[in-house]
């Protein structure tokens, strides 16, 4: 998640091979298409990489930090810095499965304001606060969610996304879970609130329909023009206003062809306030689907496939798309994604954004 504004032009992006320091996988490529390659790899996590999310350091963002999940029953959300490089002193272990993860800004506490990282805990059905940059427990132990499901995995907490609205000044955080139900009240919303130095959450509203197939765990927000999108695996995109005072009508359910297997992680580059890219995770051909954001000329609710892209993930989850610039190695902002070898892969978003303006030609 951005809280910075960037207007950046395809038309002056010229594509830029970059190096890495390790070996990466030979995708299929798209036609007319090159493997894009990462500019660094994260260490690896001990166990099963995930969901990324991006700080946006507020005086220095070439000291931006990544936070990305280790899957396990003894998992942990681990911190990098833009190279790629662990920091032991933030990284926190003994989370029970943490599946996703999202980044926050100046949420008022009471006693102080913070930036902050959620991450779901699947094991326990809680979500778990931790301050930013220093990964301080805001409530020890989670907050529990998901009270009185009774169905099978149905509080098996998996996608975790925020929502904070410029206009009202309200933090929401979205859950998904390992299964629920189809009758349209899959996901929960919950209204986050501080209060004494700590977090209380309010749920204020069940929505999203559900196709049954696999389940939903890939969610991302547009804070800017206020939609939901999320993964219904094998099955397509779905996508909802983020207010929940706007009610739950689905806008549009898309990508529902073209995918092999699962559809995975989503993130969201913006080029304006209006304008920019959907990436959705096509996790059998280790491809990412590039949509438009802005809908088309006739709807904003029409997200046609502009592109695929191959880069050198595996099987990727999970990916986060930041449009700020992030110091000299990412003018123009950076794409990270998982891969099924325990890292992070960090892209520059100028080497995805080339193969975007050649399919356009």
Known sequence: ?????????????GVLASSCSKPVQQNELPDGQSLIK???????VI??????????NPTDP???????????????LYVFDLKGKAIDSLIVRDIKRPNNVDVGYGLNLGDRTVDFAVTGERMTSKLRFFSLPDMKEINAGGIEIYHDETGPEFRDLMGV????????????????????????TYLWQYEVLGQNGEIKLNLVRKFGAYSGKKEIEAIAV???????????????VRKYYADPERGNEELAFFAQEGFSDDHEGISIYKLDDSTGYILVSDQGANLFHVFPREGSASSPHEHALITKIATGTSSSDGSESISAPLGPDFPHGLFVAMSDDRTFQIYRWDDIAGD?????N
């Open 161 to 184: 996304a925020l929502f904070q609205d410029s206009t009202t000044g309200k933090t929401f955080v979205i859950a998904g879970r390992k299964n629920g139900p189809t009758d349209g």
């Open 47 to 56: 166990h099963d990489t995930d969901d990324p999310a991006v700080w946006i």
């Open 356 to 360: 975007i303006l050649k399919s356009k």
């Open 62 to 76: 070439s000291k931006s930090l990544i936070i990305g999940t280790d899957k396990d029953v003894e998992g942990a």
């Open 38 to 44: 990462p500019i660094y790899i994260t260490d690896p």
């Open 1 to 13: 998640m951005s809280k910075n504004k960037l207007i950046y032009g395809l038309a002056a992006l």
């Open 222 to 236: 547009d804070n800017e023009l206020g939609y939901i999108y999320y993964s219904d695996e094998g099955a397509g």
